[in-house]
């Protein structure tokens, strides 16, 4: 089959389909039990995102148990500020650490954005893998995290809750802030572009602290920084889709769809879908947005929200999946509930 006719780039392309395609954020994860044997045989999470072999198995395990209609490539937002020469490790049941960046100085002991390859090769040996392994019918999603969001963590060292150290630096000390801003949009746009040249058919920008930006700097540090890598990707591969996530962005998710030429916008579990469906779905594809919870609970309202969610956006260009990741205590038999609601 070739790309173009695969039902998630339908979608993409803006053709509203009988049965929407879906797939998940966090598809693979903690939730599934053939992850978690993978993972302790790679020994870490940062050993099974650079072990292309593993890395591409945990891709493939939602794909093999769910047939879902795109897989997205297995890695992580934060190997990006690694590569830039960032220390990177993850403590258990807590999350991830870097070393910080706090000021011009910090920002001057980053590694030339040419080097970042060096790191993220086996990231690209794991597209090249999947390529080969994956179902025909099944879309490859490449992936990186929008600079804001990735700068949040490499300013503050860790998730906070309110991004208040990032905000503290674009604030107080603007020129470094800008001036990590743009390295990382420069190095997003690379990252993404070698994703795409090892074989991604598609990638998204996850965005997902968006949402703790003032309202009037949303344009300079979201909007603005994925126009610049959506219009560096498509002057070397105009054909491939973009999809953007800026999370908890409210009513500011239109002008970001107007201003980027994304080719879908994901959208968090807050947005209500009626409003979706009438502003947002004319301009571009959504996708979205069930509340990850429903696959703890389950039951009858499982099965009542994905039809309900699926029937809001039925005229017009439409991907199911979450409004975030679904997590670990999620019920594996409960993703088989969402599927049969959705595709009868
Ligand atoms: O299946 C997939 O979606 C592909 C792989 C993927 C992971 N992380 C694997 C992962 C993707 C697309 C991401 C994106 C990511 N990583 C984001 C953006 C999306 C979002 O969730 O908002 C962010 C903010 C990160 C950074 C990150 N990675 C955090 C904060 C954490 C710790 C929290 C947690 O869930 O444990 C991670 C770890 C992580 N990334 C795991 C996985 C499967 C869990 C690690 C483990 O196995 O212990």
């Known amino acids: 089959?070739?790309?173009?006719?695969?039902?998630?780039?339908?979608?993409?392309?803006?053709?509203?389909?009988?049965?929407?395609?879906?797939?998940?954020?966090?598809?693979?994860?903690?939730?599934?039990?053939?992850?978690?044997?993978?993972?302790?045989?790679?020994?870490?999470?940062?050993?099974?995102?650079?072990?292309?072999?593993?890395?591409?198995?945990?891709?493939?395990?939602?794909?093999?148990?769910?047939?879902?209609?795109?897989?997205?490539?297995?890695?992580?937002?934060?190997?990006?500020?690694?590569?830039?020469?960032?220390?990177?490790?993850?403590?258990?049941?807590?999350?991830?650490?870097?070393?910080?960046?706090?000021?011009?100085?910090?920002?001057?002991?980053?590694?030339?954005?040419?080097?970042?390859?060096?790191?993220?090769?086996?990231?690209?040996?794991?597209?090249?893998?999947?390529k080969r392994a994956l179902p025909n019918e099944t879309t490859l999603i490449g992936f990186a995290g929008a600079p804001w969001t990735v700068a949040t963590y490499m300013i503050a060292g860790q998730g906070t809750k309110e991004q208040g150290p990032a905000k503290k630096l674009m604030y107080g000390d603007p020129a470094t802030f800008d001036a990590l801003m743009d390295l990382l949009t420069e190095a997003t746009a690379d990252y993404l572009i070698a994703q795409i040249e090892a074989g991604a058919e598609v990638v998204k920008l996850f965005d997902s602290w968006a949402g703790a930006l003032p309202g009037a700097l949303f344009h300079k540090y979201a909007t603005d920084p994925a126009r610049r890598i959506i219009q560096r990707i498509h002057a070397v591969h105009p054909a491939v889709p973009v999809i953007g996530f800026p999370r908890q962005a409210g009513e500011k998710v239109v002008p970001f769809v107007k201003q980027t030429q994304v080719a879908a916008c994901a959208i968090d579990t807050n947005v209500d879908p009626a409003w979706a469906a009438a502003t947002l779905q004319p301009l571009t594809c959504v996708q979205g947005n069930l509340d990850p919870t429903l696959l703890i609970t389950g039951g009858g309202a499982l099965t009542r929200t994905v039809q309900e969610t699926a029937a809001h956006f039925a005229d017009g260009p439409y991907i199911f999946n979450l409004g975030h990741g679904i997590t670990p205590e999620a019920d594996p038999a409960n993703v088989d509930v969402m599927l049969r609601a959705l595709r009868g």
């Open 1 to 130: 089959m070739q790309t173009k006719d695969k039902t998630i780039m339908r979608a993409l392309a803006g053709e509203a389909l009988p049965t929407p395609p879906v797939w998940m954020m966090r598809q693979a994860g903690r939730y599934l039990p053939e992850y978690r044997a993978t993972r302790a045989q790679a020994g870490s999470f940062l050993e099974l995102c650079y072990a292309p072999d593993l890395a591409a198995e945990v891709t493939l395990q939602p794909i093999r148990r769910y047939g879902f209609d795109a897989a997205i490539l297995f890695a992580d937002i934060l190997l990006l500020p690694q590569a830039l020469g960032a220390d990177l490790w993850f403590v258990e049941g807590e999350g991830p650490r870097l070393s910080t960046i706090t000021d011009a100085a910090g920002l001057a002991q980053l590694k030339p954005i040419e080097d970042i390859h060096d790191t993220l090769a086996p990231v690209y040996e794991t597209v090249r893998i999947l």
